[in-house]
Protein backbone atom coordinates (compact mmCIF):
# COMPACT_ATOMS: atom_id res chain seq x y z
CA UNK A 1 0.00 0.00 0.00
CA UNK A 2 1.04 3.61 -0.73
CA UNK A 3 2.23 5.41 2.21
CA UNK A 4 -1.34 7.40 2.60
CA UNK A 5 -5.12 5.63 1.68
CA UNK A 6 -5.44 8.94 0.06
CA UNK A 7 -2.39 7.92 -2.27
CA UNK A 8 -3.26 4.13 -2.90
CA UNK A 9 -6.75 5.45 -4.07
CA UNK A 10 -4.90 8.09 -6.42
CA UNK A 11 -3.33 5.04 -7.85
CA UNK A 12 -5.83 2.60 -8.53
CA UNK A 13 -7.76 5.61 -10.54
CA UNK A 14 -4.63 6.45 -12.79
CA UNK A 15 -3.75 3.01 -13.41
CA UNK A 16 -7.24 2.77 -15.16
CA UNK A 17 -7.49 6.23 -16.87
CA UNK A 18 -4.42 6.38 -18.70
CA UNK A 19 -3.96 10.08 -18.37
CA UNK A 20 -0.27 11.76 -19.09
CA UNK A 21 1.75 12.77 -16.22
CA UNK A 22 0.62 16.55 -16.60
CA UNK A 23 -2.89 16.21 -16.49
CA UNK A 24 -2.51 13.89 -13.36
CA UNK A 25 -1.21 17.01 -11.55
CA UNK A 26 -4.03 18.34 -11.22
CA UNK A 27 -6.29 15.21 -9.73
CA UNK A 28 -7.93 15.35 -6.68
CA UNK A 29 -9.74 13.19 -4.23
CA UNK A 30 -11.69 14.42 -1.32
CA UNK A 31 -14.87 13.69 0.53
CA UNK A 32 -17.84 14.27 -1.29
CA UNK A 33 -20.25 17.03 0.09
CA UNK A 34 -22.60 14.30 1.05
CA UNK A 35 -21.88 11.13 2.47
CA UNK A 36 -24.30 9.10 1.07
CA UNK A 37 -22.35 9.61 -2.54
CA UNK A 38 -19.13 7.86 -0.94
CA UNK A 39 -16.46 7.49 0.46
CA UNK A 40 -14.39 9.83 -1.76
CA UNK A 41 -14.74 11.63 -4.92
CA UNK A 42 -12.16 11.81 -7.70
CA UNK A 43 -12.23 14.75 -10.33
CA UNK A 44 -9.68 12.98 -12.97
CA UNK A 45 -12.68 12.78 -15.64
CA UNK A 46 -12.61 16.84 -15.42
CA UNK A 47 -9.40 17.52 -15.51
CA UNK A 48 -8.32 14.83 -18.17
CA UNK A 49 -11.38 15.43 -20.53
CA UNK A 50 -10.02 17.66 -22.74
CA UNK A 51 -7.01 15.59 -23.33
CA UNK A 52 -8.84 13.04 -24.33
CA UNK A 53 -11.43 14.97 -26.25
CA UNK A 54 -14.48 13.36 -23.97
CA UNK A 55 -17.11 14.95 -22.41
CA UNK A 56 -16.19 14.54 -18.49
CA UNK A 57 -19.38 12.77 -17.53
CA UNK A 58 -18.55 10.52 -20.29
CA UNK A 59 -15.08 9.52 -19.80
CA UNK A 60 -15.95 9.51 -16.00
CA UNK A 61 -18.46 6.87 -16.72
CA UNK A 62 -15.72 4.87 -19.26
CA UNK A 63 -13.32 4.94 -16.27
CA UNK A 64 -15.95 3.90 -13.77
CA UNK A 65 -17.22 1.06 -15.54
CA UNK A 66 -12.97 -0.42 -15.58
CA UNK A 67 -12.83 0.33 -11.93
CA UNK A 68 -16.26 -1.61 -11.12
CA UNK A 69 -14.09 -4.74 -11.54
CA UNK A 70 -11.41 -3.53 -8.85
CA UNK A 71 -12.24 -5.21 -5.54
CA UNK A 72 -9.95 -2.18 -3.81
CA UNK A 73 -13.86 -0.40 -3.94
CA UNK A 74 -17.10 -1.59 -2.97
CA UNK A 75 -19.34 0.48 -5.30
CA UNK A 76 -17.90 3.13 -8.01
CA UNK A 77 -20.85 5.62 -8.63
CA UNK A 78 -20.59 8.90 -11.29
CA UNK A 79 -21.97 11.85 -10.88
CA UNK A 80 -22.59 15.37 -12.93
CA UNK A 81 -20.58 16.81 -13.98
CA UNK A 82 -17.92 13.95 -13.94
CA UNK A 83 -16.73 13.39 -10.67
CA UNK A 84 -16.57 9.82 -9.78
CA UNK A 85 -17.31 8.69 -6.61
CA UNK A 86 -16.08 5.33 -4.65
CA UNK A 87 -17.14 3.55 -1.96
CA UNK A 88 -13.90 1.35 -0.47
CA UNK A 89 -14.37 -2.56 -0.11
CA UNK A 90 -14.18 -3.65 3.00
CA UNK A 91 -10.68 -5.55 3.76
CA UNK A 92 -9.49 -2.59 1.64
CA UNK A 93 -10.89 -0.56 4.55
CA UNK A 94 -10.33 -3.42 6.78
CA UNK A 95 -6.01 -3.57 5.76
CA UNK A 96 -5.85 0.40 5.65
CA UNK A 97 -6.95 0.53 9.21
CA UNK A 98 -4.19 -2.47 10.13
CA UNK A 99 -1.56 -0.25 8.36
CA UNK A 100 -2.37 3.01 10.04
CA UNK A 101 -0.44 3.70 12.98
CA UNK A 102 1.20 6.83 15.15
CA UNK A 103 4.03 7.21 12.88
CA UNK A 104 3.20 9.26 9.82
CA UNK A 105 4.78 9.91 6.53
CA UNK A 106 7.31 12.14 7.68
CA UNK A 107 7.14 13.49 3.82
CA UNK A 108 9.40 16.58 5.11
CA UNK A 109 12.50 14.62 6.76
CA UNK A 110 15.43 16.08 6.74
CA UNK A 111 14.35 19.86 6.12
CA UNK A 112 13.98 22.85 9.11
CA UNK A 113 11.20 24.71 10.07
CA UNK A 114 11.28 27.68 12.15
CA UNK A 115 7.77 29.02 14.04
CA UNK A 116 7.89 32.70 15.77
CA UNK A 117 4.63 32.97 17.79
CA UNK A 118 3.15 34.96 20.33
CA UNK A 119 5.76 37.35 20.54
CA UNK A 120 3.69 39.81 23.25
CA UNK A 121 4.89 43.73 23.96
CA UNK A 122 6.37 42.87 27.49
CA UNK A 123 4.32 45.88 28.72
CA UNK A 124 2.17 44.08 30.24
CA UNK A 125 0.74 40.42 31.54
CA UNK A 126 0.15 38.38 28.65
CA UNK A 127 -3.35 39.20 27.62
CA UNK A 128 -5.77 36.64 26.07
CA UNK A 129 -6.11 37.90 22.81
CA UNK A 130 -1.92 37.21 22.16
CA UNK A 131 -2.27 34.06 23.89
CA UNK A 132 -4.06 33.00 20.80
CA UNK A 133 -1.47 32.39 19.01
CA UNK A 134 0.25 30.42 21.45
CA UNK A 135 -1.94 27.06 20.68
CA UNK A 136 -1.85 28.06 17.30
CA UNK A 137 1.72 28.24 16.47
CA UNK A 138 3.01 25.64 19.18
CA UNK A 139 0.64 23.30 17.16
CA UNK A 140 1.50 24.05 13.87
CA UNK A 141 4.88 23.29 15.47
CA UNK A 142 3.80 20.06 16.31
CA UNK A 143 2.66 19.15 12.91
CA UNK A 144 5.41 20.15 11.23
CA UNK A 145 7.54 17.91 13.16
CA UNK A 146 4.85 15.26 12.68
CA UNK A 147 5.60 15.63 9.03
CA UNK A 148 9.50 15.24 9.57
CA UNK A 149 10.41 18.73 9.79
CA UNK A 150 13.20 19.75 12.79
CA UNK A 151 11.28 22.51 13.80
CA UNK A 152 12.81 25.77 15.90
CA UNK A 153 10.20 27.65 18.08
CA UNK A 154 11.10 31.10 18.43
CA UNK A 155 9.63 34.12 20.67
CA UNK A 156 10.71 37.92 19.97
CA UNK A 157 10.78 39.55 23.14
CA UNK A 158 9.83 43.60 22.05
CA UNK A 159 12.40 45.08 24.81
CA UNK A 160 13.42 48.44 22.86
CA UNK A 161 11.10 51.37 21.97
CA UNK A 162 9.32 54.45 22.88
CA UNK A 163 6.73 52.10 24.67
CA UNK A 164 9.41 50.87 27.28
CA UNK A 165 9.99 54.28 28.14
CA UNK A 166 6.21 54.66 29.10
CA UNK A 167 6.06 51.78 30.88
CA UNK A 168 9.02 53.29 33.16
CA UNK A 169 7.26 56.47 33.87
CA UNK A 170 3.91 54.52 34.42
CA UNK A 171 6.10 52.40 37.48
CA UNK A 172 8.31 55.52 38.49
CA UNK A 173 4.87 57.72 38.76
CA UNK A 174 5.79 60.40 36.10
CA UNK A 175 3.51 58.53 33.53
CA UNK A 176 -0.12 56.68 33.81
CA UNK A 177 -0.22 55.01 30.26
CA UNK A 178 -0.07 51.46 31.89
CA UNK A 179 -2.80 50.94 34.63
CA UNK A 180 -3.73 47.96 36.66
CA UNK A 181 -2.10 46.78 39.83
CA UNK A 182 0.90 44.71 38.32
CA UNK A 183 2.32 48.36 37.72
CA UNK A 184 2.94 48.38 41.14
CA UNK A 185 3.81 45.57 41.88
CA UNK A 186 6.42 45.86 39.32
CA UNK A 187 7.46 49.08 41.28
CA UNK A 188 8.34 47.07 44.32
CA UNK A 189 10.31 44.28 42.15
CA UNK A 190 12.24 47.19 40.03
CA UNK A 191 13.05 48.82 43.34
CA UNK A 192 14.95 52.76 43.29
CA UNK A 193 16.45 53.36 39.72
CA UNK A 194 17.75 56.29 38.10
CA UNK A 195 15.14 57.17 35.72
CA UNK A 196 12.05 55.99 33.44
CA UNK A 197 14.42 54.68 31.22
CA UNK A 198 15.78 52.44 33.45
CA UNK A 199 12.57 51.58 35.29
CA UNK A 200 11.28 50.14 31.70
CA UNK A 201 14.09 48.51 30.97
CA UNK A 202 13.91 46.15 34.45
CA UNK A 203 10.83 45.91 34.34
CA UNK A 204 10.00 44.33 31.15
CA UNK A 205 12.68 41.97 31.71
CA UNK A 206 10.25 40.51 34.78
CA UNK A 207 7.37 40.24 32.38
CA UNK A 208 9.33 38.66 30.21
CA UNK A 209 9.79 36.30 32.51
CA UNK A 210 5.92 35.87 33.95
CA UNK A 211 4.90 35.53 30.17
CA UNK A 212 7.51 32.71 29.96
CA UNK A 213 6.15 31.17 32.73
CA UNK A 214 2.56 31.87 31.63
CA UNK A 215 3.62 30.00 28.12
CA UNK A 216 4.89 27.06 29.95
CA UNK A 217 1.58 26.65 31.82
CA UNK A 218 -0.05 26.54 28.57
CA UNK A 219 2.65 23.53 27.19
CA UNK A 220 4.53 25.48 25.30
CA UNK A 221 8.36 26.28 25.52
CA UNK A 222 10.70 27.79 23.05
CA UNK A 223 13.95 27.21 21.90
CA UNK A 224 14.88 30.60 21.17
CA UNK A 225 13.98 34.22 22.57
CA UNK A 226 15.39 36.88 20.07
CA UNK A 227 15.21 40.32 22.23
CA UNK A 228 14.69 43.44 19.74
CA UNK A 229 17.55 45.42 22.09
CA UNK A 230 19.55 43.20 20.08
CA UNK A 231 18.16 43.51 16.74
CA UNK A 232 18.89 46.66 16.75
CA UNK A 233 22.40 46.61 17.20
CA UNK A 234 22.47 45.27 13.58
CA UNK A 235 20.69 48.19 12.38
CA UNK A 236 22.78 50.29 11.14
CA UNK A 237 25.10 47.69 9.07
CA UNK A 238 21.95 46.35 7.48
CA UNK A 239 20.15 49.81 7.08
CA UNK A 240 23.80 51.05 5.26
CA UNK A 241 23.21 47.68 2.92
CA UNK A 242 19.70 48.80 2.08
CA UNK A 243 20.92 52.12 0.99
CA UNK A 244 23.47 50.62 -0.80
CA UNK A 245 20.50 49.08 -2.92
CA UNK A 246 18.74 51.83 -3.13
CA UNK A 247 15.77 50.42 -0.66
CA UNK A 248 15.99 53.30 1.18
CA UNK A 249 15.16 57.03 0.92
CA UNK A 250 14.82 59.79 2.99
CA UNK A 251 11.71 62.08 3.74
CA UNK A 252 11.42 64.58 6.41
CA UNK A 253 14.42 63.74 7.86
CA UNK A 254 13.22 60.36 8.42
CA UNK A 255 14.88 56.88 6.81
CA UNK A 256 12.09 54.99 4.67
CA UNK A 257 12.46 51.45 3.74
CA UNK A 258 11.22 52.02 0.47
CA UNK A 259 11.21 49.11 -1.90
CA UNK A 260 9.18 48.88 -5.84
CA UNK A 261 5.86 47.94 -5.60
CA UNK A 262 3.94 50.17 -3.99
CA UNK A 263 3.42 53.08 -1.08
CA UNK A 264 1.62 49.91 0.72
CA UNK A 265 5.35 48.12 1.20
CA UNK A 266 7.19 51.51 2.32
CA UNK A 267 7.65 51.73 6.38
CA UNK A 268 9.61 54.22 8.61
CA UNK A 269 12.57 52.29 9.70
CA UNK A 270 14.76 55.23 11.31
CA UNK A 271 13.23 58.18 12.69
CA UNK A 272 14.24 62.07 12.33
CA UNK A 273 16.16 61.45 16.16
CA UNK A 274 18.11 58.92 15.30
CA UNK A 275 15.87 55.76 17.11
CA UNK A 276 14.45 52.73 15.26
CA UNK A 277 11.20 51.16 14.93
CA UNK A 278 9.59 47.62 15.39
CA UNK A 279 9.67 47.23 11.52
CA UNK A 280 13.58 47.71 11.69
CA UNK A 281 13.96 44.95 14.27
CA UNK A 282 11.60 43.04 12.11
CA UNK A 283 14.06 43.84 8.72
CA UNK A 284 17.21 42.65 10.72
CA UNK A 285 15.38 39.33 11.80
CA UNK A 286 13.41 38.36 8.79
CA UNK A 287 17.19 39.00 7.03
CA UNK A 288 18.75 36.34 9.52
CA UNK A 289 15.49 34.11 8.71
CA UNK A 290 15.97 33.97 5.28
CA UNK A 291 19.51 33.74 5.09
CA UNK A 292 19.57 30.94 7.78
CA UNK A 293 19.30 28.24 5.06
CA UNK A 294 16.01 26.71 6.80
CA UNK A 295 13.33 25.39 4.40
CA UNK A 296 10.10 26.90 5.91
CA UNK A 297 9.32 29.96 7.78
CA UNK A 298 6.34 30.67 9.56
CA UNK A 299 4.78 34.16 11.58
CA UNK A 300 1.84 33.45 13.63
CA UNK A 301 0.32 36.76 13.97
CA UNK A 302 -2.76 39.25 15.26
CA UNK A 303 -4.43 40.35 13.09
CA UNK A 304 -3.89 44.04 14.26
CA UNK A 305 -0.12 43.49 12.46
CA UNK A 306 -2.11 42.89 8.75
CA UNK A 307 -0.30 46.05 7.08
CA UNK A 308 3.03 44.73 7.73
CA UNK A 309 1.90 41.35 6.24
CA UNK A 310 2.88 42.76 2.24
CA UNK A 311 6.28 44.44 4.04
CA UNK A 312 7.52 41.64 5.41
CA UNK A 313 6.66 39.10 2.09
CA UNK A 314 8.58 41.79 0.07
CA UNK A 315 11.61 40.98 2.21
CA UNK A 316 11.73 37.32 0.56
CA UNK A 317 12.71 39.01 -2.39
CA UNK A 318 15.08 41.49 -1.11
CA UNK A 319 16.84 38.65 0.62
CA UNK A 320 16.64 36.02 -2.05
CA UNK A 321 14.13 33.50 -0.31
CA UNK A 322 10.96 31.56 -1.94
CA UNK A 323 7.76 33.38 -1.06
CA UNK A 324 6.47 30.10 -1.25
CA UNK A 325 8.27 28.67 1.81
CA UNK A 326 7.51 31.94 3.72
CA UNK A 327 3.56 31.80 5.63
CA UNK A 328 2.39 34.46 7.79
CA UNK A 329 -1.02 33.21 9.64
CA UNK A 330 -3.15 35.83 11.27
CA UNK A 331 -5.59 35.23 14.29
CA UNK A 332 -8.42 37.91 15.05
CA UNK A 333 -9.56 38.96 18.65
CA UNK A 334 -10.76 36.97 21.51
CA UNK A 335 -13.69 37.78 23.90
CA UNK A 336 -14.09 35.76 26.93
CA UNK A 337 -17.39 35.42 28.47
CA UNK A 338 -18.92 34.23 31.34
CA UNK A 339 -22.13 32.21 30.04
CA UNK A 340 -23.69 35.23 28.47
CA UNK A 341 -22.14 37.72 30.31
CA UNK A 342 -19.15 39.34 28.89
CA UNK A 343 -15.80 39.43 31.14
CA UNK A 344 -14.53 42.74 29.95
CA UNK A 345 -11.25 43.26 32.13
CA UNK A 346 -9.63 42.19 35.09
CA UNK A 347 -7.93 43.80 38.27
CA UNK A 348 -4.53 43.24 38.07
CA UNK A 349 -4.61 43.95 34.51
CA UNK A 350 -6.70 46.70 34.39
CA UNK A 351 -8.29 46.83 31.15
CA UNK A 352 -8.00 43.22 29.66
CA UNK A 353 -8.33 39.26 30.62
CA UNK A 354 -4.65 38.16 30.93
CA UNK A 355 -4.36 34.19 30.17
CA UNK A 356 -2.98 33.73 32.78
CA UNK A 357 -6.60 34.07 34.84
CA UNK A 358 -8.47 31.95 32.05
CA UNK A 359 -5.39 28.88 32.09
CA UNK A 360 -6.25 29.20 36.20
CA UNK A 361 -10.13 28.49 35.69
CA UNK A 362 -10.25 25.63 33.05
CA UNK A 363 -6.36 24.19 32.84
CA UNK A 364 -4.30 23.86 30.07
CA UNK A 365 -5.95 21.27 27.87
CA UNK A 366 -9.55 23.01 27.47
CA UNK A 367 -7.24 26.39 26.80
CA UNK A 368 -5.61 25.01 23.98
CA UNK A 369 -8.81 22.91 22.38
CA UNK A 370 -10.74 26.09 22.57
CA UNK A 371 -8.15 28.28 21.13
CA UNK A 372 -7.64 25.78 18.00
CA UNK A 373 -12.19 25.32 17.60
CA UNK A 374 -12.28 28.37 15.17
CA UNK A 375 -10.15 29.26 12.46
CA UNK A 376 -8.27 31.55 13.33
CA UNK A 377 -9.34 34.41 10.96
CA UNK A 378 -12.65 34.37 12.34
CA UNK A 379 -13.09 36.39 16.03
CA UNK A 380 -14.19 33.89 18.82
CA UNK A 381 -15.47 33.83 21.73
CA UNK A 382 -14.20 31.89 24.47
CA UNK A 383 -16.97 30.83 27.57
CA UNK A 384 -15.48 29.83 30.59
CA UNK A 385 -18.68 28.36 31.72
CA UNK A 386 -18.83 26.00 28.99
CA UNK A 387 -14.91 25.03 29.10
CA UNK A 388 -15.28 23.61 33.04
CA UNK A 389 -18.61 21.69 32.11
CA UNK A 390 -18.43 17.88 32.84
CA UNK A 391 -21.14 17.76 30.04
CA UNK A 392 -21.07 16.30 26.20
CA UNK A 393 -21.99 20.65 24.96
CA UNK A 394 -18.20 20.97 26.64
CA UNK A 395 -16.08 19.57 23.10
CA UNK A 396 -12.83 19.24 25.52
CA UNK A 397 -15.23 17.17 27.67
CA UNK A 398 -16.46 15.39 25.08
CA UNK A 399 -13.27 14.40 23.53
CA UNK A 400 -11.85 13.48 26.70
CA UNK A 401 -14.50 11.08 27.86
CA UNK A 402 -13.81 9.39 24.37
CA UNK A 403 -9.90 8.95 25.36
CA UNK A 404 -10.86 7.54 28.86
CA UNK A 405 -13.32 5.08 27.40
CA UNK A 406 -10.68 4.24 24.71
CA UNK A 407 -7.77 3.77 27.71
CA UNK A 408 -10.39 1.67 29.78
CA UNK A 409 -10.93 -0.47 26.77
CA UNK A 410 -7.18 -1.51 26.28
CA UNK A 411 -7.31 -1.95 29.60
CA UNK A 412 -9.35 -4.53 29.85
CA UNK A 413 -7.87 -6.42 26.67
CA UNK A 414 -4.36 -6.51 28.49
CA UNK A 415 -5.94 -7.88 32.12
CA UNK A 416 -7.64 -10.08 29.59
CA UNK A 417 -4.39 -11.63 28.27
CA UNK A 418 -6.12 -11.33 24.53
CA UNK A 419 -3.36 -12.04 22.60
CA UNK A 420 -3.56 -9.90 19.00
CA UNK A 421 -0.48 -10.88 17.20
CA UNK A 422 -1.88 -13.12 14.69
CA UNK A 423 -5.55 -11.60 14.76
CA UNK A 424 -7.62 -9.62 12.12
CA UNK A 425 -9.13 -6.59 11.95
CA UNK A 426 -12.99 -7.05 11.23
CA UNK A 427 -15.51 -4.51 10.66
CA UNK A 428 -19.11 -6.00 12.04
CA UNK A 429 -21.14 -2.83 11.05
CA UNK A 430 -21.74 0.53 9.59
CA UNK A 431 -21.23 2.34 12.94
CA UNK A 432 -17.30 0.95 13.24
CA UNK A 433 -17.18 1.53 9.50
CA UNK A 434 -17.73 4.95 10.11
CA UNK A 435 -15.24 4.86 12.95
CA UNK A 436 -12.26 2.84 11.17
CA UNK A 437 -12.92 5.30 7.45
CA UNK A 438 -12.25 8.33 10.20
CA UNK A 439 -9.29 6.68 12.11
CA UNK A 440 -7.24 5.89 8.46
CA UNK A 441 -8.09 9.67 7.33
CA UNK A 442 -6.04 11.07 9.62
CA UNK A 443 -1.98 10.66 8.03
CA UNK A 444 -3.26 12.23 4.84
CA UNK A 445 -5.07 14.73 7.18
CA UNK A 446 -1.35 15.42 9.15
CA UNK A 447 0.55 15.66 5.99
CA UNK A 448 -2.45 18.05 4.37
CA UNK A 449 -2.81 20.45 7.73
CA UNK A 450 1.33 20.40 7.17
CA UNK A 451 1.12 22.73 3.78
CA UNK A 452 -1.80 24.33 4.74
CA UNK A 453 -1.18 25.55 8.45
CA UNK A 454 -5.28 24.94 8.85
CA UNK A 455 -4.45 23.37 12.66
CA UNK A 456 -8.29 24.10 13.90
CA UNK A 457 -8.88 20.76 11.47
CA UNK A 458 -7.16 19.12 14.08
CA UNK A 459 -9.87 20.04 17.24
CA UNK A 460 -13.02 19.11 14.76
CA UNK A 461 -10.88 16.19 13.48
CA UNK A 462 -11.00 15.07 17.66
CA UNK A 463 -14.58 15.79 17.82
CA UNK A 464 -15.76 13.67 14.66
CA UNK A 465 -14.09 10.61 15.69
CA UNK A 466 -15.16 10.96 19.73
CA UNK A 467 -18.63 11.62 18.29
CA UNK A 468 -18.26 8.44 16.05
CA UNK A 469 -17.06 6.42 19.34
CA UNK A 470 -19.86 7.56 21.12
CA UNK A 471 -22.15 6.10 18.67
Known amino acids: MADTLLRTIHEHIEAVAGAPAGVLVHHVVAEPPVATMGDFASNIALVAASHFKKKPFELAQEIAEKLASDEFFAEVMVAAPGFINVRLGESALENALGQTHHGFKKNATGKYARVEFISANPTGPLHIGNARGGPLGDTIANVLAKNGYTVLREYIDNDRGNQVLEFGKSIVGTGSQYQGTYVQDLKRKVGKVGDARQAGERAVKLMLEEIMADCRAMGITFDCVVHESELQKQAPAILKELEQR ?195 QLPDLIQEIGESLTVHRLAHYALNVAGLFHL
Open 246 to 440: KLLKKQDGAVWFSPPGGDDLKAVVQKSDGSYLYFTADVVYHREKFQSGYDLVVDVLGANTSGHVPKLEALTTIYGFDPEKFKILLYQFVRVKRGNEIVKMSKRAGNFVTAREVLDEVGKDAFRFFMLLHDPNTHMDFDLELAKAKTKENPVYYVQYAAVRCKSILKKIQKSKFKNQNSKIKIANDKERQLALAIV
